[in-house]
């Protein structure tokens, strides 16, 4: 079965630490762009980071707290959030691009950014 779940979120302190985790299964995570999308309330869906063949993305509002991984021999993808904001309170989906194949969408973990 071709699908993303993704883990790790939760309640965290403001500058606080989280990773979150994407487990891939159906593909191999070396041959697709992944990329960690968030969503808050009320607002439009936006991208946090993407990793593509060996090159990182980041969004502005991360860089520098955020990074993105990959593990090829587990088929996962992980974004490690550290200095953890507020604003950063969102849901975090993690999706896959791969060549020829629709795209996957995972059900998405919640990131609570409160003291």
């Known amino acids: 079965q071709v699908q993303l779940v993704e883990s790790g979120g939760g309640l965290v302190q403001p500058g606080g630490s989280l990773k979150l985790s994407c487990q891939a299964s159906?593909?191999?995570?070396?041959?697709?762009?992944m990329i960690w999308y968030r969503q808050a309330p009320g607002k439009e869906r936006e991208v946090v980071a993407s990793f593509g063949g060996r090159t990182a993305y980041y969004a502005d509002s991360v860089t520098g707290r955020f990074a993105i991984s990959r593990d090829n021999s587990k088929n996962m993808v992980y974004l490690r959030m550290n200095s953890l904001k507020p604003e950063d309170t969102a849901m975090y989906y993690c999706?896959?691009?791969?060549?020829?194949?629709?795209?996957?969408w995972g059900q998405g973990t919640q990131v609570t950014v409160s003291s």
């Open positions: 999706h896959a691009r791969r060549p020829d194949q629709p795209f996957l």
């Open positions: 159906g593909f191999a995570v070396r041959n697709a762009t």
